[in-house]
């Protein structure tokens, strides 16, 4: 096994004459929080996207844990503990937090308990979905209607519903995205104490967020790898700064 616990190799997408992605090898190492960053436009949620199977890729491979998962169906990847944030937390706004972790934990299970029969068995997936709730702060929420929650605790709450499915590497898309400082500063710590024992893949535009969390940072820009490295390396780094021009966001990193 290497260091690695996700590679691509050249993949590269086209849409209709347009190369979106071009040749991008990633490298994750296991257990770090590995962000992809880059300039609007750059092709990071096409990235993201390919390596989720949202999207097929016109060519080039996705290796996890040393397995060729580029045509295998996304449930099949799921299996094997690699899982998108927001693929299980179109949460049902209707539900309770609780009872929406629960159903990310039901889901673990498989249908071969019949948890539906037992209230002994609903209620030990009670007490574990307290505890994911209380993992991400959202033990007073756990009888409140999802729809009702403020949205930075939402988001907190796809973590939780992720979390029920005990991903060994996670993807998370922009989880910061749309929020207040408070909420980012919490959503943040949460990331970091999830991180513990597992991979976090994560696209984010943030990036103060980005030079708080990330072990690991690959810039992209028009489709391809522009740079690699610690935050540090990365936002020194000439081009980095030059594909930014016109945008702020390197700018308000600093400050």
Known sequence: MSDYILETQNLTKDFKGFTA??????????????????????????????ITKFLPATSGKIIFKGDDITHEPPAVTARRGFIRSFQISATFPHLTALENVRIGLQRKLGTEFHFWKSDKSLNVLN?????????VDLQTFASTVTAEMPYGRKRALEIATTL??????????EPTQGMGQEDIARVVELIRKVSTNRTILMVEHNLS????????ITVLTRGSILAEGSYDEVSRNPQVLEAYVGSDDMNDAHH
């Open 164 to 173: 029920a499915l005990d991903p060994e590497m996670m993807l998370l898309d």
């Open 209 to 216: 967020v980005v030079s708080n969390l990330c072990d690991w």
């Open 127 to 135: 007490d574990q979905a307290m505890s994911l709730l209380e993992s």
């Open 21 to 50: 992605v071009s040749d991008v090898s990633l490298k994750v190492r296991s257990g770090s929080i590995h962000a992809l960053i880059g300039p609007n436009g750059a092709g990071k949620t096409t990235v993201f996207n390919l």
